[in-house]
């Protein structure tokens, strides 16, 4: 752990900055750690120059961002960004927020002790061992149910799992996304797509229909130091929970803490659980880093973001009250008002610095 003294800068790199129709963690992760340490930087790693978290102004705006490497393109050159952006910013820690990210970064733990840069993420094991294809082995040490998951490098044997499991199904990257689909023309077509974006093996998943319910929580070395448990009200086009209420549920509260054990987890994690009627609870799978929705929490005193950024920089964390049961969020869309030229710099220079952005800021949001 890299610890933080009191008179010292602290400067939080932070990723996953779009909040548009398919939000990242990024926006809410900002927000709620900044209620806890107003004076923190904090410097947006950025993939995308139109992630519309680059351009907001409210609590969850960054104060510099800077384009990255797809993490596709391994860790050296991803290491190199990092280097170049500390050794402008002096980055105090790493928070990421999109799955992706977590191979490279896990393996660079050691470099980025050495650069002073603490890193929040789970240990490499306790990593692999939530992988989507190794879902079932988990479930099954933990007593937790789980979906038929089977794990495909080419169409043939995607199209044997959709038979074996039975439509319909998921197809899901070894990351990110899934596809609901209900034929084999669907499958295929959802294997090539998914596999071209997010690499091999693509999961075949049997589907699971009933409540769906989404758990925020944060662990330290296999003990559950906090967590909020939603029921989801609303959903997008693409499954993302787009309006829930806190559930008191004592069940979902021992899978919680079950998974935590079994896993021995550090840090963040997203637990997605579907309640078939008249059945258990359905582990759908499990994330490294929080949900998208996660700063609403925080807002009512259980601030899960702000515990880990302070934990990790060796600080005091803030004592995490209990979110009430009943507690509700909805998400709305906001239009955020930029300059034109920050998305031309921004795609030129691979960078945005703190003294642009609230240049902009200051004298309005449109160049005379």
């Not at 992760?29 to 930087?41: D, F, G, L, T, Y």
């Not at 979902?252 to 896993?263: C, H, N, P, S, W």
């Not at 490294?288 to 929490?297: I, N």
Request: hydrophobic share 40%; with cysteine; glycine share 10%.
């Amino acid at each position: 752990m890299t610890l933080a003294r009191p008179d010292d800068p602290v400067v939080i790199a932070v990723s996953g900055l779009n909040r548009g129709e398919n939000p990242q963690p990024g926006g809410a992760v900002i927000e709620s750690v900044r209620a806890h340490m107003p004076n923190a930087k904090f410097v947006g790693i950025s993939y995308d120059p139109m992630e519309t978290g680059i351009y907001a102004q409210g609590p969850d705006r960054v104060d510099a961002v800077y384009l990255f490497p797809y993490p596709g393109s391994g860790k050296q050159d991803y290491l190199a960004r990092i280097q170049e952006v500390h050794a402008r910013e002096g980055l105090s820690l790493i928070l990421p927020t999109l799955d992706s990210e977590f191979d490279n970064l896990i393996d660079l733990r050691g470099e980025l002790q050495d650069l002073g840069i603490a890193l929040v993420a789970p240990a490499a094991n306790s990593f692999s061992e939530r992988s989507k294809s190794r879902l079932g082995e988990l479930c099954r040490k933990a007593g937790v149910a789980a979906p038929r998951t089977l794990p495909a490098n080419d169409i043939p044997s995607a199209v044997r799992h959709g038979l074996e499991i039975g439509y319909p199904c998921y197809i899901k990257g070894r990351h990110y996304e899934a596809q609901f689909v209900e034929t084999e023309a669907q499958l295929v077509a959802a294997f090539e797509r998914i596999a071209s974006i997010w690499g091999l093996p693509v999961l075949v998943q049997g589907a699971v229909f009933g409540e769906e319910y989404d758990v925020a929580a944060v662990a330290q070395d296999g003990d559950l130091v906090g967590a909020v448990a939603v029921r989801k009200l609303l959903r997008s086009k693409l499954g993302k929970g787009f309006g829930g209420v806190v559930v008191d549920n004592p069940e979902i509260a021992d899978i919680t803490r079950r998974l935590v054990k079994e896993l021995c987890w550090d840090g963040p994690l997203e637990i997605e659980l579907v309640k078939p009627a008249g059945g258990p609870f359905v582990l759908f799978e499990i994330n490294p880093r929080f949900p998208a929705w996660v700063s609403f929490a925080a807002k009512v005193g259980t601030n899960l973001p702000a515990w880990c950024a302070a934990h990790a920089l060796g600080m005091d964390p803030p004592a995490l009250a209990t979110c009430p049961a009943g507690t509700m969020f909805l998400r709305h869309c906001e239009d955020i008002v930029a300059n034109i030229s920050d998305l031309a710099d921004l795609g030129i220079d691979r960078q945005l610095t703190h003294h642009t952005l609230g240049h902009r800021q200051m004298n309005g949001t449109a160049d005379d």
